[in-house]
């Protein structure tokens, strides 16, 4: 009976979709991973940079050397 109740009931949207945030943007409690995500996010591209540079670098000694 209880599931049949649940059923007949129309779609209420979330709360979520209703109401505004509370805190302002950059004012959460994910603050700190949010800040450690992007420095992640820099160091990865250095750690690419340093990838293709070293690819290069590799590429012209094969191609000078043989």
Do not use: H, N, Y
Not at 17 to 22: A, F, L
Not at 35 to 64: I, Y
């Amino acid at each position: 009976m209880f599931a049949l109740g649940a059923c007949s009931r129309s779609k209420e949207p979330a709360v979520s979709e209703t109401t505004p945030p509370s805190q302002p943007a950059g004012k959460t409690v994910f603050d700190t991973q949010l800040k450690a995500l992007d420095k992640a996010k820099a160091v990865q591209g250095v750690v690419d940079q340093q990838k293709v540079d070293a690819d290069k670098k590799v590429k012209e000694q094969e191609e000078g050397g043989g």
